[in-house]
């Protein structure tokens, strides 16, 4: 029987070398790219028509759009509206590669850390500059908690600081490790289904249906939580405390 | 003792993080089915915020399975 962790093995498919890079289009790439195709037609396609009483695909579209919306104009007001199309192909990226990676014989690419890591630094990164131009050195306060007496600050400055310097990790973490987690959970019950066999694979078989639609869920949930945790950074840059 | 068993063993004490992370998740709904039996017309509005804090409690757990995989894997 395969292991429930070969299902996340990377395999090459087309071998590049950029200088001693290894540049190759593995698996990986390929879904990521699928991904995007599939986003790109959803929504290229079903704003084509751009009726007024949507159709099917069109009402997909506009709901991941005004859903989105209402997310960035909830958590950061007018001024995020620049960081919106941002926010949106994040969301919409991350959803699609989880979503895919639950068809069977599919790779999932946000299951590894090199691809959730590599988001959430860019987010870090970029909402920390955002803040450092918009606040300039001001922006620091933000390790400042308001209201505080003076004693606890000694305790709390570096608290806050680790915790600010432990986002992109705990932002990258939770969506890989959510992935990894329910596959692999997929994978060794799929394998008691067949070690149980006719007589008692029954019982594993209505788990796994049970557990595929709470996977479903989750696909759906972590994109969710990871754009919703950027606005919320994104806040925090914008407007230091309130 | 073996390196092999002492993995295993450690891996297994990793899971006693499982402790905490059940006691939040239960306290998240639990939370919120009380408050929505007391205000019901509120609950769809606070919905989205249970479900954040259901997957910042879960990723707690899955932060374990992590360590539980570095121990078994990596080293």
């Not at chain 1, 620091?140 to 986002?167: D, N």
């Not at chain 1, 992109?168 to 990894?180: G, K």
């Not at chain 2, 390196?3 to 306290?27: F, H, Q, R």
């Not at chain 2, 899955?62 to 080293?75: H, Q, S």
Request: proline fraction near 4%; hydrophobic fraction near 60%; charged fraction near 10%.
């Amino acid at each position: 029987m395969h292991s429930p962790m070969e299902q996340f093995e990377i395999k090459r498919l087309l071998d590049f070398k950029i200088g001693g890079l290894d540049a190759s289009f593995t698996n990986s790439s390929l879904w990521m790219i699928i991904a995007v195709i599939l986003a790109t037609g959803v929504f290229v396609v079903g704003m084509r028509q751009r009726a007024l009483v949507p159709g099917r695909l069109q009402s997909v579209a506009e709901l991941g759009y005004e859903f989105i919306a209402n997310m960035v104009r909830d958590n950061v007001g007018d001024q995020g509206k620049k960081y919106f199309p941002f926010i949106l192909t994040l969301f919409i990226f991350i959803l699609f590669a989880n979503m895919l990676g639950m068809v069977p014989y599919s790779f999932t690419p946000t299951s590894h850390i090199v691809v959730t890591f590599a988001m959430a630094l860019f987010v870090f990164v970029g909402v920390t500059i955002i803040g450092l131009a918009r606040h300039g050195m001001h922006f620091f306060s933000l390790f400042v908690p308001k209201g505080v007496p003076w004693a606890l600050l000694i305790l709390l400055v570096p608290i806050e600081i680790i915790s600010y310097f432990i986002r992109p990790f705990s932002l990258s973490i939770r969506l890989f490790a959510n992935m990894l987690a329910g596959h692999t959970m997929l994978k060794v019950f799929g394998g008691f289904v067949v070690m149980l066999g006719i007589v008692g694979g029954w019982a594993p078989l209505a788990f796994i249906v049970v557990f595929t639609g709470l996977e479903l869920l989750i696909a759906f949930l972590q994109a969710y939580v990871f754009a919703i945790l950027t606005c919320l950074y994104l806040n925090d840059a914008i407007h230091l405390h309130h | 003792m073996d390196a092999s068993a002492a993995k295993l063993i450690g891996a297994g004490l990793a899971t006693i993080a499982l402790a905490g992370v059940g006691v939040g998740i239960g306290n998240i709904f639990g939370s919120f089915v009380s408050g929505a039996l007391r205000n019901p017309e509120a609950a769809p509005r606070v919905f989205g915020n249970v479900l954040l804090g259901f997957a910042l409690t879960e990723a707690v757990a899955l932060f374990a399975l992590v360590i539980a995989f570095m121990i078994l894997f990596v080293f």
